[in-house]
């Protein structure tokens, strides 16, 4: 498992409210991409 540092969200996903979503301050700041497990909900 790979621990967040600070600066790092969650929430759940906004689609299903099923999977909490964790997304590191470098994702967030490049606009990554992100996929839910659950319900393949992917936003930006």
Partial sequence: MI???E???KFPCPQCG???IWRCEKCRGFGR???C???GFSGP
């Fill in 18 to 20: 099923d999977t909490t």
């Fill in 3 to 5: 621990l967040p540092r």
């Fill in 33 to 35: 991409p992100y996929k």
């Fill in 7 to 9: 600066g790092a969200v």
């Fill in 37 to 39: 497990q659950k319900c």
